[in-house]
């Protein structure tokens, strides 16, 4: 864990280091992909049984259920969940939708004075594939997070690949797909699944737009695979920035922050506060919660290498313009007036206002999408949304008046680009 | 070219082809790309120097002069052109404006039943990066699309990269530069002036986000940048789809077909009739025109390798489906009823409806945006938008009565889970 103070001498450059600590998949992964892609363009199926056999220990075999779980499992998945965790799971579905609900876009269709009709229609994408990655981050709420904002695209095929090391199923994740009705869920895991999903291969269908967290490899197939298909974001590990006066609790904002670090050894956790006493009262509440909680070597190791306590003079003035250097994605403002703050602040995946809001109500239940941009990428990229499975289609009309009107304009820009063909159309239709 | 007729009996197999066919970037260019955008890493001002001098025979000096190009430059170009041409561009420029205005994000902020406080904010990324290439395919108009939306969404710093072979500058995308008021231009091109934007040099600030077209080297560079910095979309050779019955003018569509053809060999321009005297016709008006033009050599060749004239049965049940398997760029409609057609096809970047809209007119006038989805693309893709140039941040407020209606479920979920700091986090608060 690293302690700051804003003025430190050298606060300059390390805060620089910590702006530009990519803790990001490297070369080896990349060309590690590029050849698993290359084998998946050649022999799909092949490839994914030699692959899951090599790393997850599971036989794709000639009985379809090696291949596929079907949604009647998924069902009974779900019978067997305790009432609670069914209502949770139930109350967290209904309020995500609800919020993107509100996000589906507008069409336009318009003449404007020149009676040209001018327009944009939004459609859903055919089919989307949704990672849910196996063993420690094989979460319910992710597969939540990502086939809700897809459902009220209105996508029809929505298709899950999930790896089952050793042939083990998560149940959880099958109860979650009972939930958001997911019919089609391929037994594949790795670069390899992201792969079979955009390719296609000669028993999977290919997809248009795939989402979903993963490992370095799953991330790094999905950047390559960019273009080939649509993909929500290249993801990082998570991160939170919380903003503190010394008036919160110490004992609520050191959950806070572990609940970042507890997601991987790679994650971040930064607090800004305008007390160093109280940033020290935070770091003691932290090391009596991490010496209580299970995910204790993953939170700790997080912490040791990429926490942060950053005191500043003045939070109003400063915390802003550091928040907007890190463009967290997850940023909490445990102030009295969290909007004065809120507003000076432009980069950021999600915000959590005031001291009743702990990131985690926006993991699971608040509504909005916990997938969100990291690595700095708020800068210009937005948590996952309805839009990510739409795409809008423009379209123009004109009659031969409007034709007349704004046709010559059109004739002389091609002429002088040098495009003779494109003056072409719009000249033989003035004749 | 290719003649084909829907009840060919290998029809399947050569509409696969044409729909697969990918005419863009191979292993080599991602390869040099990887190597540029090292380098670049690594040295940038030096490598730009390098670079720029061994492609471009352009020195950049230690004289300012030799990087960028200045306001007033812009100005003094835009003064030197004919009225007409300073009229159509600012027309143009209107009317790009006024349609992408209508695209500005609604902010949403509202309370639901629980209380709870949700919303999302929309603000401008910092600077965007616009790229022009040089040469061929240097267009005012280009540059009109790329920098109206970025403006309209906000963004402070434009910045564009633009390389000037032997020194030679492009008075027309300066006097466009000087529409969109665009002061920060650079004397770079290929995929080292992506670098430089993305990563930023010594002499060049980075930027948020990188549009505009390019060749196989800048899409590559792009591609290989996204997830550093957004970029508009990997984006391949222009194409076309007519689909017409034999009561359009024959020389209205070959003027249509050849203005995608002469942008470039790998264009595509695909025409799909329900009459095939009718679509010889247009095969005859295609290679008188073709012989008029000064861009001749490469509609032919874009013609020749990838022009189709596909004859169906009956274009209303026919046509949509093959449409929507090419999922082209541009379709135009050029039926009595464009509306029904319209109505069934499902993946286009932009549609041109009725006999009096060639294609051309959206390219400069119309208002929507010129930057579309290419290679299929359209299944998930959209043309470029203000949203490009925008992000997203969505909110959540809670106070301790709504933590205590929702925040047990996200507990629960949090526990089965299997992360305890994320539930503490909520309970801790609950005491």
Redesign the interface.
Known sequence: MQRLHIGDEDFERKFTRIVNDRRESDETVAHDVREILRKMRQSGDDTLRDMTMRLDKHALSDDPATWRIDADQCRAAHDELAP??K???Q??AD?IR??HE??RPQD?DYR?AQN???G?KW?P??AAGLYVPGGRAA???SLLMNAIPARVAGVERLVVATPTPRGEIND?VLAAAHVCGIEEIWRIGGAQAIGALAYGTETITPV??ITGPGNAWVAEAK?QL??V??ID??AGPSEILVISDNKS?P??LA??L??Q???DPASQSILITDDAQFGEMVEDALGV?LA????QRT?HESWENHGVILVVDDLATQAPALADRLAAEHVELAVDD?EAI?AK?????????????????????????HV??T?R???????L?V?DFM??????????A??RT?????????E???????????K??LK
């Open positions: 609670e965790t209502e949770a799971l109350l967290a309020r609800d919020y509100g996000q336009r404007d040209v009709r001018l944009a459609l994408v055919d979460y319910p709420s959880l248009d737009v950047r960019y273009g298909v649509g974001m290249v609790n004992d609520w959950a806070d572990l609940s670090a507890e997601h919660l209580q909680i299970k995910t939170a969290p809120f602040i432009r980069h950021a995946g999600s915000v959590f206002l005031g001291r009743h809001t702990p990131e985690a109500v926006g993991d699971y239940v608040a509504g909005p999408n969100l941009p690595g990428r708020a800068r210009f990229a937005s948590g949304s839009l795409k809008r289609t423009s379209f123009i009309e004109l009659d031969e409007a034709l704004i046709g010559p304009a059109a004739a002389a820009l091609a002088i680009e040098g495009l003779p063909a494109h003056a072409a159309s719009v033989v239709r």
